[in-house]
T-cell receptor
């Protein structure tokens, strides 16, 4: 079963716009990681945020974490066509030793 | 190595055939994970190793699936008597320790015909 749930399932935007997607979860976490997966390719690590952090930035990416609401958001600013991909949140939970869970993903399409 | 390497990249197996998928993690990484990803779905956890110890294998779908990491580096995922429902991409990931970034390989796409 997948413990993280991304929202929305799909997102279509134009180049230059911002894209925001959310990840909700039910258990306690050590950290939460965001990944990008292009069609037919592997998962690329984007950013890791720990449970004691609230916000992190990496280039055009901004991740927030609200442990009281058990949710995280990924913001991509000034999107580009190359940002077209599926985005997954990945949970390192505290309640199981190694069962790190993915959500089902948000499919983002950026049109020129 | 520079990244997580998986082989083969593609495997076509006849139903009933045994297959072995290999994962070379990043050198020095203690944690190793296997995931199964069906088309259009997120990756599903299969099993987790810390060095050579298999600490969690609760995601393995049946006793036809077996994973090992005998020397704490390279890992092999073996599927016996493959079935059509085993068709998926099998992803391997490694991390330095449990609570750090996990890096994924390109995966092995298994097609059972």
């Amino acid at each position: 079963s997948q413990q993280g749930e991304e929202d929305p399932q799909a997102l279509s935007i134009q180049e230059g716009e911002n894209a925001t997607m959310n990840c909700s979860y039910k258990t306690s976490i050590n950290n939460l990681q965001w990944y990008r997966q292009n069609s037919g390719r592997g998962l690329v690590h984007l950013i890791l945020i720990r449970s004691n952090e609230r916000e992190k930035h990496s280039g055009r990416l901004r991740v927030t974490l609200d442990t009281s609401k058990k949710s995280s958001s990924l913001l991509i600013t000034a999107s580009r066509a190359a940002d077209t991909a599926s985005y997954f949140c990945f949970l390192m939970t505290t309640d199981s030793w190694g069962k790190f869970q993915f959500g089902a993903g948000t499919q983002v399409v950026v049109t020129p | 190595g520079a990244g997580v390497s998986q082989s083969p990249r593609y495997k076509v197996a006849k139903r009933g055939q045994d297959v072995a998928l290999r994962c070379d993690p990043i050198s020095g990484h203690v944690s190793l994970f296997w995931y199964q990803q069906a088309l259009g779905q997120g990756p599903e956890f299969l099993t987790y190793f810390q060095n050579e110890a298999q600490l969690d294998k609760s995601g393995l779908p049946s006793d036809r699936f077996f994973a090992e990491r005998p020397e704490g580096s390279v890992s092999t995922l073996k599927i016996q008597r493959t079935q059509q429902e085993d068709s998926a991409v099998y992803l391997c990931a490694s991390s330095l320790v449990r609570d750090t970034e996990a890096f994924f390989g390109q995966g092995t796409r298994l097609t059972v015909v």
